[in-house]
């Protein structure tokens, strides 16, 4: 039994006419040529993957690659053509449209690019709109939203109304809005895109340290691949509805499965993004030397002690112990050389 907070198997969300007909006389696997050809917008195509629990998954993928349907579909926003999808276990495809609601009111929290503050209510009452819309009365609902307000960094401006305030911090009370309800699951679409980038860092580093109290399980949608990197665990990447590859950031830069991959992470500068762990070379257990260094270090902030030293560089786990070694030309091919996918 699967123990994914979220999963999806063959998942299709095809627009037209009959899509569930196309799908019916194409074996359940039609073509994007034949899907094309017959007029049908392409959105999920036989999307499966499972979500941890706690766990950030990132959908990349350019405009019009399905990110957003994906996302809906998960949440049964959207009806998929076919598929399944489960949510703890339970098949959210078969629930009634009561379940779903309490199902969305309970466990799910959703921010949108675009999030759509109620104008004429304040802060406290934007935050505090969904308890009040499942009945909880206005003593604990106030309560809550001042605690998630808190949270969220806008202490003091519970009496403002969404005009008074910049950018960051209207996304800032939508995120608030939507862990109001203490969701198990957030659903993220493009949360910070629209914010100037000096605020969009600033609002990442938030959500990382909301994260990290919080532990919820993530499905977080950006185009920016930087972005990914900072917040995923994992990152899926999508085109013509299809996820072309999904794992971590490191497998995706060393190892992209496709050119499409390959050219999302071209720029990604791998000193940055890779760990001494991802490439060191493995060692027989001894003491190791004084000036060893951290396995979970990225390259950037050992590349010069090791470009320097004559021999390969001890590396080490948090608990000072032997784990391998770094030389000079491993840590070369790692940034400059060809790369080795198994
Ligand atoms: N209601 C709809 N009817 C027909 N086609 C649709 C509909 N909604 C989305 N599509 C199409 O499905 C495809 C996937 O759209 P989707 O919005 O999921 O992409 P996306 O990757 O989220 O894009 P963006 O980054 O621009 O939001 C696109 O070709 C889009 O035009």
Not at 191 to 218: G, H
Request: net charge neutral; proline share 5%.
């Amino acid at each position: 039994m699967s123990e994914a907070k979220i999963a999806c198997r063959n998942l299709w969300k095809l627009y037209g006419s009959d899509p569930a007909g196309l799908l019916r006389r194409n074996h359940n696997n039609p073509s994007i040529e034949t899907i094309r050809a017959e007029g049908y917008v392409p959105a999920v195509r036989n999307v499966s993957f499972d979500v941890m629990p706690g766990e950030i998954l990132v959908v990349m993928g350019l405009s019009g690659s399905g990110k957003s349907t994906l996302l809906r579909c998960l949440a049964r926003l959207i009806e998929p053509t076919s598929g399944e999808v489960m949510f703890e276990g339970r098949d959210i495809l078969a629930a009634s449209e009561r379940e779903l609601i309490e199902l969305r009111r309970h466990k799910m929290g959703m921010v949108f690019q675009h999030f759509a503050l109620l104008p004429h209510r304040t802060v406290l009452d934007n935050v505090a709109f969904p308890l009040q819309v499942r009945g909880t009365d206005r003593h604990s609902r106030e309560a809550r939203a001042r605690e998630v307000i808190e949270l969220v960094g806008l202490k003091g401006r519970e009496a403002y109304y969404p005009r008074e305030l910049s950018g960051g911090q209207q996304q800032r009370v939508g995120i608030a809005r939507s862990l109001a309800v203490g969701p198990d699951v957030w659903f993220l679409d493009e949360p910070f895109s629209a914010l100037d980038p000096l605020i969009r860092r600033e609002m990442q580093d938030e959500f990382l340290r909301l994260q990290k109290v919080l532990n919820k399980t993530i499905v977080f949608i950006t185009h920016d691949f930087d972005e990914a990197i900072r917040v995923a665990d994992r990152i899926a990447i999508m085109k013509d509805g299809v996820v072309e590859q999904l794992g971590t950031a490191e497998e995706l830069v060393t190892c992209p499965a496709t050119p499409y991959v390959a050219e999302f992470t071209r720029n990604v500068a791998h000193d940055r993004l890779l760990s001494v762990r991802s490439i060191m070379a493995p060692a027989s257990a001894r003491t190791p030397d004084a000036a060893a260094v951290q396995a979970q270090a990225l390259l950037a902030s050992v590349a010069r002690q090791v470009l320097l030293s004559e021999r390969p560089v001890d590396v080490v786990d948090d608990g000072g112990v032997l784990v391998g070694t770094l030389a000079r030309n491993g840590l070369i091919d790692a940034l400059y050389g060809k790369e080795a996918c198994a």
